[in-house]
């Protein structure tokens, strides 16, 4: 079966650094768009950074000028370099990505997440 799996969270000093790490396995045919969301205790998720297939990215207002995010399409992996860390960025961080995988049944357009890497910024 097709899966995401997050690494890097932990915990880090604010104005550290850290580097989440997403790899796609399984019968993946090609993926689209792929890109980290996050959700704060008391908050709707929300997205954080996404890139495309040609390296194009989108970034949120709050982590720009600290965040990068970028990807290897022959991997099928995405990375999202986290600088500058704040308290505010604590949160479980998702990857995602759209993408066609192969099942039993032919291809099939699917929407994908990870399990999830709790980043907690704190001193």
């Known amino acids: 079966q097709v899966q995401l799996v997050e690494s890097g969270g932990g915990l880090v000093q604010p104005g550290g650094f850290l580097r989440l790490s997403c790899a796609a396995s399984?019968?993946?045919?090609?993926?689209?768009?792929m890109g980290w969301y996050r959700q704060a205790p008391g908050k709707q998720r929300e997205l954080v950074a996404a890139?495309?297939?040609?390296?194009?990215?989108n970034y949120a207002d709050s982590v720009k000028g600290r965040f990068t995010i970028s990807r290897d399409n022959a991997k099928n992996t995405v990375s999202l370099q986290m600088n500058s860390l704040k308290p505010e960025d604590t949160a479980v961080y998702y990857c995602?990505?759209?993408?066609?995988?192969?099942?039993?049944?032919?291809?099939?357009?699917?929407?994908?997440w990870g399990q999830g890497t709790l980043v907690t910024v704190s001193s």
């Open positions: 995602h990505a759209d993408g066609v995988v192969v099942t039993t049944s032919g291809y099939r357009y699917l929407e994908l």
């Open positions: 399984g019968s993946i045919f090609s993926l689209n768009a």
């Open positions: 890139i495309t297939t040609g390296g194009s990215a």
